[in-house]
């Protein structure tokens, strides 16, 4: 994204940030107060070499910025423990293009010329971080799942998809001393901080401005800014920031949720009811002053009628075997489906959307359908049944309860419920283009179509932190036992990996945990894992392991007899070689070019 570097980074700590933000704020009204307006693009003239293309600001317009960049660093260099150097000397300018190949050129100049000049932007004054420890270290993203159970691995970084990691310079080459032999390198994980090592073929190049965390984006105006509005159009930021705002930050207005029809009054920022949240904050209080763990009235209700709550992850997903190339591969150019391994399903549901819906809402592979009907016949076996059984909208869920639900007579219909979807911190830009009711009936599952959800799909905030997460799950299973739970009987809940700790915390009266508590815990749930919640002494909720074994299995990799058994090891091995070298060509190319956006258009 252009930008002016208004001040030099300088190195603080993670507790100055509250009042950094209140010295910019103060700093911004002040200047804006007195030097007036900044220039719309207009005032904006174009410079193009062979190895820089960007935007130059005119004299006045730059004795301006100056002036604001100067009392910028005034009000952060308290924040500093050295002095922050001063833009004075040099001449401001938005940098859309540099360092970049020859052959690049014509292509990076045209994209520059599509840039409206004599249009509105908006100006804004942006707080970032990034790690120190890391400074020279580059960044890559993993796209391409692989597995423990494959490479049999003490030392790898499980995958998170999208999920960065900071790797030492040289070590992604192929032909690095450093590298490992295998083509794996030493990294660190982003949203974990665990080391380990990573493969090559599993992580791509990304600009190291994507691991950076925006704290703040303060709209420049002559107005009066509004106590805690710190963050205004979210669109002018790219999907990578806007995705990781994965910590606290400050309340942000009901325009930005999704979609933006949400009723603003009586939504909160994370698109819950404000009397549930009332509720959930009550639950809280009650718990951290002696009121007995987990005991509210509408949990003391279910638990006094004897309602068992089962939590279950779904089964294996295709995107995590095959990767999403699966999609192009599987399908033809008028969306027909073909198997090409065993591990695929036999055929998948139509959608409406096409094949390319697949890529954010993928099916079960044929071993996670079994994973499913497994679990489903060890219960039965072990005399527990479901009065109602609910679900994430994701369709790897759905097919799980689904599968669950094969091993029992006259089974309960499916409760569509998107409250119990995923974080939405790892998810872009938007929900998935989840199937309809009709497309699932049409596909052989039996929906509740009349079934009306606790949380609808518009509310779904695409900013939630991982606190909202924690409320979004934990307010829909008491807001469904309050409502279900006299019935007793058992409810059958099949979501995410996440699911099995979000959706009981609240139960048990216990606190939201951190971002990175969570996601190590999310990487020690397998396929299928199962939670119960049940009533415990004096109208109480315990987290207990279910009454049927565990499933636990290995995996096998991809078989191929020609190359293992006819291709020479050498020629093998060289083929090998060459897919690497190729990759480290690919990540160098992604490093020496850069382009951005230009400024958000009013």
Known sequence: MPHITMCH?????????????????????SVANTVGTLPDLSKLERY???????????????KVLKQLSESLVAALQPFSDKPIPHNSEKAFHLTLAY???????????????????????????????RDARFHSHEVFKMVHPWSTAIS????????????????????????????????????????????GVVPLTGIERTFSSDAWILHA??????????????????????????ARWVEKLPAREAKHLHPAEVESRRLDKYGVDQELRKQSATVQRKSS???????????????????????????????????VDWIHKCFD?????????????????????????????????????????TTGRAMKDHGITFSRVFTSPALRSIQTAAGVLEAFKDPPKLCIEPGLYEWLGWVREAHPDWLSTAELQAA???????????????????????????????????????????????????????????????????????????????????????????????????????????????????????????????????????DLENLARHSARSKSSSLSVAPVKK
């Not at 520059?112 to 509105?120: A, D, E, F, Q, Y």
């Open 9 to 29: 980074a300088f190195k603080t700590t993670a507790s100055n940030i509250p009042a950094m933000l209140k010295a910019l704020q103060k700093t911004n009204a």
């Open 48 to 62: 193009t070499s062979e190895s820089f293309i960007g935007l130059f600001l005119d004299k006045a317009v730059d």
């Open 99 to 129: 360092h970049f190949e020859a052959s690049q050129f014509e292509t990076i100049h045209a994209l520059s010329k599509r840039i409206p000049l004599k249009t509105g932007a908006a100006w804004n004054i942006l707080l970032l971080s």
């Open 152 to 195: 049999h691995r003490d030392d790898e970084i499980p995958f998170i998809k999208n999920d960065y990691v900071y790797v030492a310079p040289k070590q992604n080459s192929a032909t690095s001393t450093n590298a490992h032999p295998a083509g794996w390198v030493s990294a660190v994980s982003w949203s974990t901080g665990c080391s």
């Open 217 to 242: 984006c303060i709209p420049y105006s002559t107005l009066r800014l509004q106590t805690g509005s710190l963050i205004s159009d979210l669109n002018c930021f790219p999907s990578a920031q806007r």
């Open 289 to 323: 002053t002696g009121t007995k763990k987990g005991s509210t009235s509408s949990n003391s209700a279910a638990a006094a009628a004897g309602a068992t709550a089962f939590v279950m992850r779904h089964g294996e997903r295709m995107d995590f075997v095959f990767g």
């Open 333 to 373: 150019g008028e969306g027909n489906f073909t198997r090409l391994d065993l591990n695929m399903p036999k055929s998948v549901p139509k959608r409406r959307s096409g094949p390319g819906a697949y890529v954010r809402d993928p099916p079960l592979t044929y071993m996670g359908v079994f994973q499913a009907q």
């Open 444 to 578: 052989g599952v039996s929906v509740d179509s009349e079934y009306q959800p606790c949380f609808s799909a518009h509310q779904l905030d695409f900013n939630e932190d991982v606190e909202g997460f924690y409320t979004r799950n934990g307010l829909v299973v008491r807001r469904i036992m309050q409502k279900h739970g006299h019935e007793g009987g058992n409810f059958l809940f099949v979501a995410h990996a996440s699911s099995l700790d979000t959706c009981t915390r609240q139960l048990i009266g216990a606190t939201p945990r951190s971002h990175i508590d969570m996601t190590r815990i999310t990487q020690r749930v397998p396929y299928c894992a199962v939670v119960t919640c049940c009533p415990g002494p004096e109208q109480t909720w315990q987290l207990k392991n279910p009454p049927f074994p565990a499933l636990t299995h290995g995996q096998n990799i991809k078989f191929n007899a020609i190359q293992t058994f006819i291709t020479p090891e050498s020629t093998y091995d060289r083929d090998m070689q060459d």
